[in-house]
């Protein structure tokens, strides 16, 4: 008798070791991306989806606005060395209105074609002409000006959206993910922490996931929104420049 009793203590000390030890060792074969998106439920498999989906449109937007950025501040590099080197306005529109290829030319154009066809209709120079000749031309600029913002904008209100809203559909899965294990757990008798861990590991993955794909967002939004803004400056900087010009030499004329 004295004998049976070890081996009942050590049968069940077995039982309860390989319990405990068998449920970390499985929800250890879980903890990686694929695990917790396969574990997961219908509607958490949607918010992960649909995280990665906004992960990766927010990327492209953010390479694609970064790159066309630099691209159009080197153009407006170029097209101010010309037209500050003192080659003739006429000349300079002639070799550009066929063939504008950045917003700062574009801008520049533009005016030229108000100047070149009100001029030709008002060449007596009368203050009533050069006054609504300004007036055309600064609107002709300011609706270049318009078109153009609206084109350098395209995909930060997506950036922006993204970067408040990210961390709280990652939540949002993570509610619903802990709500559908406690159910589970609800219908267990024991309900240990090896038990317990893996629910709220899988749960918080969306949370992690939502903070991941929101942070880039909104440090990308900010950058490129101060980029833009800096060059609708100088964009309206030349207009207005430009419009000085324009002014003085019709006065000329």
Known sequence: ????????????????????????????????????????????????????????????VIITKYLKLRKLAADADYFEGDFWSGTPLEKLYKELKDAVFDPMSNIFCAAMAEWNN?????????????????????????ITIRREIDELEKGLPFLASLGTNGVIIGLFGTVVGILNGFKVLALQQNASISAVAPVISEALFTTAMGIFVAIPAALAYNKLSASVERYVTRLETFADEFSAIISRQFDER
């Not at 439920?41 to 990327?59: E, F």
């Not at 008002?122 to 609107?139: C, F, I, M, N, Y």
């Open 1 to 60: 008798m004295a004998g049976g009793m070890p081996d009942a203590t050590s049968l069940a000390s077995d039982v309860v070791v390989s319990g405990v030890s068998s449920a970390p060792v499985s929800s250890m074969a879980d903890q990686s991306v694929l695990g917790y998106f396969w574990n997961a439920g219908l509607l958490i498999k949607l918010v992960m989806l649909s995280l990665l989906a906004c992960s990766i449109w927010s990327w492209a």
């Open 118 to 142: 009100f001029a030709d209709k008002h060449s007596g120079g009368e203050p009533q002409a050069t006054k609504a000749l300004e007036q055309r031309v600064e609107r002709a600029m300011a």
